[in-house]
């Protein structure tokens, strides 16, 4: 078990670029030699197809493909291998249970309730879902403090409900959601719970037993694996009841001129060649993560977290975005005077690459008065000296364009 948590040195792109402050692992996540090397691995040495071939090299492909699968589970704590879905990113995650949500289980007087701080991959595939069905979407109130208002999620959660969607993790905030008591008081209502866990899976780890999720989605790329993989798991009990969200090759058992039947969980939900070289590097990626003491991971994100928006609370013309005391992975911000794009490319100039835009969240920031923030988001590779060299110069910015 490695104990360092400042590890740049593993990350190819950081060692030839020495002089990038890299704080955008919230948008992605840089790529650490093993998973480049697993993933160069699987195209130089067992490149073909799956599921579909007795050969060496397909055998081969199936075993790479379906070890990944494996890995999930047992990095999720997942009951069964089955319930592991891969998709292209925790987008395509959600659409897939909206979909299916849309064919069985909406109708009028249905409602979806979500929260006023999703991602808009957590809103507006849900938004589609019920205007294609005369279903509702309603969202919990975000507080000042930047915290989810649960008595208003009382509220809100009735006989009507068909689904929570809820983000673990902010994206741009870093507030750190109760969602095992949200679903909970979910499941207590007969409510199944779908959870956007795209930023707490490399910072938090969750458990999707011990949160008793119905669906759980997140994505490699900020997994410190390759882009276009990502992960849904579902309980079995629901993904049986919902139809094929793609049809083609290896979803399906039978195949008639005029009718066909579906293969069994998971790959019922994998229509067509699936990215076998990324689930290869996602497994590489969960063996990199595993090789830290998960607990020194989140306390490394959350001393980073709490460390930056100490020395920014601290400086003059600099508005903060609000945050509880709990949260995680990132810091979003304004310089008083200067539009957020600008100071970003001022940042970025002087070798600091952060975010800047409503970092697909426009309700949360509108609901705070704002178009868009400069936000700071961390990963292992992350160390407080990088955010001591960051200070100076927002205050150069601050002072060079107000």
Same mark, same amino acid.
């Given at each position: 078990?490695?104990?360092?948590?400042?590890?740049?040195?593993?990350?190819?792109?950081?060692?030839? =670029?020495?002089?990038?402050?890299?704080?955008? +692992?919230?948008?992605?996540?840089?790529?650490?030699?093993?998973?480049?090397?697993?993933?160069?691995?699987?195209?130089?040495?067992? =490149?073909?197809?799956?599921?579909?071939?007795?050969?060496?090299? +397909?055998?081969?492909?199936?075993?790479?493909?379906?070890?990944?699968? #494996?890995?999930? &589970? /047992?990095?999720?704590?997942?009951?069964?291998? +089955?319930?592991?879905?891969?998709?292209? /990113?925790?987008?395509?995650?959600?659409?897939?249970?909206?979909?299916?949500?849309?064919?069985?289980?909406?109708?009028?007087?249905? &409602?979806?309730?979500?929260?006023?701080?999703?991602?808009?991959?957590?809103?507006?595939?849900?938004?589609?879902?019920?205007?294609?069905?005369?279903?509702?979407?309603?969202?919990?109130?975000?507080?000042?403090?930047?915290?989810?208002?649960?008595?208003? @999620?009382?509220?809100?959660?009735?006989?009507?409900?068909?689904?929570?969607?809820?983000?673990?993790?902010?994206?741009?905030?870093?507030?750190?959601?109760?969602?095992?008591?949200?679903?909970?008081?979910?499941?207590?209502?007969?409510?199944?719970?779908?959870?956007?866990?795209?930023?707490?899976?490399?910072?938090?780890?969750?458990?999707?037993?011990?949160?008793?999720?119905?669906?759980?989605v997140f994505s490699g790329h900020k997994t410190y694996g390759p882009t276009g993989i990502g992960v849904l798991y579902g309980k079995a009990e629901y993904l049986d009841r919902?139809?094929?969200?793609?049809?083609?090759?290896?979803?399906?058992?039978?195949?008639?001129?005029? !009718?066909?039947?579906? =293969?069994?969980?998971?790959?019922? @939900?994998?229509?067509?060649?699936?990215?076998?070289?990324?689930?290869?590097?996602?497994?590489?990626?969960?063996?990199?993560? #595993?090789s830290f003491d998960k607990g020194d991971l989140v306390r490394h994100e959350k001393e980073l977290t709490r460390y930056l928006r100490k020395q920014l609370s601290g400086m003059?013309?600099?508005?903060?975005?609000?945050?509880?005391?709990?949260?995680?992975?990132?810091?979003?911000? =304004?310089?008083?005077?200067?539009?957020?794009?600008?100071?970003?490319?001022?940042?970025?100039? &002087?070798?600091?690459?952060?975010?800047?835009?409503?970092?697909?969240?426009?309700?949360?920031?509108?609901? @705070?008065?704002?178009?868009?923030?400069?936000?700071?988001?961390?990963?292992?590779?992350?160390?407080?000296?990088?955010?001591?060299?960051?200070?100076?110069?927002?205050?150069?910015?601050?002072?060079?364009? !107000?």
């Open positions: 078990m490695r104990t360092a948590i400042h590890t740049a040195a593993d990350f190819p792109l950081l060692t030839s =670029n020495p002089d990038l402050i890299y704080l955008d +692992s919230g948008a992605t996540t840089q790529k650490p030699e093993s998973v480049l090397r697993r993933i160069e691995e699987y195209y130089r040495t067992e =490149n073909a197809n799956v599921h579909r071939g007795i050969h060496r090299l +397909s055998e081969a492909a199936t075993e790479a493909y379906e070890g990944a699968r #494996d890995r999930v &589970k /047992g990095f999720l704590n997942a009951a069964d291998r +089955s319930e592991i879905i891969f998709t292209r /990113g925790t987008t395509e995650g959600i659409n897939l249970i909206a979909s299916g949500f849309r064919e069985r289980m909406l109708r009028p007087g249905r &409602k979806i309730l979500f929260t006023g701080m999703e991602h808009h991959a957590n809103l507006v595939p849900w938004q589609l879902a019920a205007s294609r069905t005369g279903a509702v979407t309603e969202a919990v109130e975000v507080l000042e403090d930047g915290s989810l208002n649960m008595e208003d @999620f009382w509220r809100k959660l009735d006989s009507s409900t068909a689904l929570v969607a809820v983000s673990h993790l902010s994206n741009v905030l870093g507030t750190i959601n109760p969602v095992k008591e949200i679903i909970e008081a979910a499941h207590s209502a007969g409510v199944p719970v779908l959870v956007d866990a795209a930023q707490s899976v490399p910072r938090l780890f969750p458990d999707v037993q011990d949160l008793n999720a119905d669906f759980l919902l139809p094929p969200y793609q049809a083609g090759g290896d979803m399906i058992d039978t195949v008639e001129l005029h !009718s066909s039947t579906w =293969n069994d969980l998971p790959w019922k @939900f994998e229509a067509g060649t699936p990215d076998i070289a990324g689930a290869a590097g996602l497994a590489a990626a969960l063996d990199y993560m #595993d003059p013309g600099i508005n903060l975005m609000p945050a509880p005391e709990e949260c995680t992975g990132a810091v979003s911000f =304004n310089i008083q005077g200067v539009h957020h794009l600008d100071a970003a490319y001022m940042l970025d100039k &002087k070798g600091f690459a952060l975010r800047s835009g409503h970092h697909c969240a426009q309700p949360l920031h509108r609901r @705070f008065g704002l178009t868009g923030s400069i936000r700071a988001s961390f990963g292992i590779y992350t160390d407080k000296k990088d955010l001591d060299r960051l200070i100076p110069v927002i205050e150069e910015v601050r002072s060079f364009l !107000s």
